[in-house]
């Protein structure tokens, strides 16, 4: 059985785009075309400040990441998705 994702896209003053697709395929696209390096598994976030167009993301091991684009695939209570 493979597990399915909705995507949501959001276009400003235009609602929003809504796409379906098979986790292993998302995870395999984005390991192919990012660079290598960009992808980080296994890594607890623990809380997310947003300053200008970068997030901030501060994990449990202490470190903290700078990003342009979060995707988060860390289940139904995600901290990712309530931010």
Known sequence: MSTTYCIHTIFLHQ???SRCVRRKELLET????LPHG??????????????G???FLHLADGS???AKV?????GVHSLVAFQ
Do not use: A, M
């Open 15 to 17: 609602g929003y785009e």
């Open 30 to 33: 984005l390991e192919r075309e």
């Open 70 to 74: 979060l995707i988060g695939c860390d």
């Open 38 to 51: 960009t992808i980080r598994y296994s890594s607890k976030v623990v809380s997310i400040e947003g300053r």
């Open 64 to 66: 903290t990441l700078k």
């Open 53 to 55: 167009y970068h997030k």
